[in-house]
């Protein structure tokens, strides 16, 4: 699977449990690290912790395991490395004060394929 379309799949798995402000950055072009950012945000620490769980579930029946996931306890900003794609799954007033979209400008947004 290529990874703009895990990066969608991410998207639209973060939809099934009502993300907000989902976006996809392709960050091909503005760093080596990764390839897509998908960056959403829920109105409760449950809800992040829910989006999460379903994106590393979902992508997991498809054969696609993280390498690492940071923050699920705190349920502020989830951090999950898929190694060519890092989704972040924010709540409300903690993407507003990590503003990623900002510092991360450069990279061209992606439409969500659903």
Not at 11 to 34: G, H, N, P, Y
Not at 55 to 63: A, V
Request: glycine fraction near 4%; charge should be negative.
């Amino acid at each position: 699977m290529q990874s703009l379309e895990i990066a969608q799949k991410a998207a639209f798995f973060a939809s099934e449990k009502k993300a907000e402000r989902t976006m996809i950055l392709d960050l091909q072009k503005v760093t080596s690290f990764t390839d897509y950012f998908v960056i959403c945000e829920a109105p409760s620490e449950r809800q992040v912790q829910s989006i999460a769980s379903n994106i590393k579930e979902e992508l997991g029946k498809q054969g696609v395991r993280p390498l690492s996931i940071e923050g699920f306890e705190q349920g502020s900003w989830i951090l999950c490395d898929f190694g060519d794609i890092v989704v972040h799954v924010f709540l409300d007033s903690a993407r507003q004060n990590y503003n990623l979209e900002h510092f991360w400008r450069e990279a061209e947004q992606v439409s969500c394929d659903f």
